[in-house]
């Protein structure tokens, strides 16, 4: 049985990389009716193609969790990246608020399959990076990229790129197929949640673009910090953490945070649109923690300074 899932995810590209980023420049510069169904497809294939290293690389993440975590309590997940999220992020004129063009190539891309782990702490993140980067695999990193300290939108996490089958012979399918691991703790996870669904229930796009909606925009953006400084993922002064607490106790009384997430939360439970249920994260029910935080967490005074 376990043979058969397996040989059901090993789908081949049909077409070559080269015919794949055309495809993709076509989608993102105009095309006729027929050539953008024609770059779908081509783009649908593309996707597909990650199914099989993606099975394989969350089954070696869940093995390096277990190890982590004997109780086996983090949570690990996988997601194929949705074909209309691909094409949004392909039609984008610019990726960095504006700054450069759209240019990536699709080929390149790094995240049309991602794995997830959720684990309890700092701590926790820290053990599971470094057991990741020191595990022998055929799967090999090629670059970490480093969110403890949060973004400018607030998000906060570590990032891992793999290159799947990176030694194989040029023939093998999967050679080098890209796939990215994301490792948060539970706050972190329950910030980025918390987005997603402001995001998609308010019809906005703090998550994918950086224009429009700046009392949003700074409330996370505070939140995440605050977020890290009381999981001593880097420090504020407290003079900041006051102020940063002031101002996010005013944006959540005048967006009303709490009331609309807890509201979502009610309405996501009971709701029958197929549509939105797909949007939404898999994990959406429960609390969403953004304004509620451990008072009595005092930073470790040789954690980094948050900037």
């Not at 093995?63 to 392909?90: E, G, M, N, Q």
Request: aromatic share 6%; net charge positive.
């Amino acid at each position: 049985m376990g043979n058969e899932v397996y040989q059901s995810q090993k789908c081949k590209l049909k077409y070559s990389k080269s015919q794949i980023d055309r495809a993709a420049q076509l989608i993102r510069h105009g095309c006729s009716d027929e050539e953008r169904q024609q770059s779908i497809e081509m783009i649908q294939n593309f996707r597909e193609l990650h199914l099989y290293p993606l099975m394989l690389m969350k089954n070696h993440l869940a093995r390096a969790a277990a190890k982590v975590d004997k109780d086996k309590k983090i949570l690990v997940a996988r997601r194929l990246k949705r074909l209309s999220t691909i094409i949004d992020k392909l039609e984008r004129p610019s990726l960095d608020g504006g700054r450069t063009s759209n240019a990536i190539k699709l080929t390149r891309m790094q995240d049309v399959g991602g794995c997830r782990a959720i684990v309890r702490n700092l701590d926790q993140l820290i053990q599971l990076k470094e057991r990741l980067l020191k595990s022998k695999s055929v799967h090999r990193i090629v670059k970490e990229y480093d969110y403890l300290t949060p973004k400018d939108s607030g998000y906060s996490g570590i990032h891992l790129a793999y290159s799947c089958f990176d030694q194989k012979e040029d023939q093998y399918p999967w050679r080098k197929t890209k796939i990215e691991i994301q490792l948060r703790t539970q706050l972190q996870h329950a910030w980025a949640t918390s987005l997603e669904i402001i995001d998609t229930l308010e019809g906005i796009k703090l998550k994918t673009s950086s224009e429009g909606h700046p009392e949003w925009r700074r409330f996370f953006y505070l939140a995440g910090c605050l977020v890290a400084h009381d999981e001593k993922a880097c420090t504020l002064d407290e003079l900041v953490v006051s102020q940063y607490e002031g101002e996010l106790k005013e944006l959540e009384r005048t967006l009303s945070v709490r009331r609309k997430l807890s509201t979502y939360t009610i309405a996501l439970n009971l709701t029958s649109d197929a549509n939105l249920i797909k949007k939404l994260p898999k994990n959406h029910k429960g609390h969403y923690l953004v304004t509620m935080r451990n008072a009595e967490n005092k930073p470790n005074t040789k954690t980094k300074k948050c900037s």
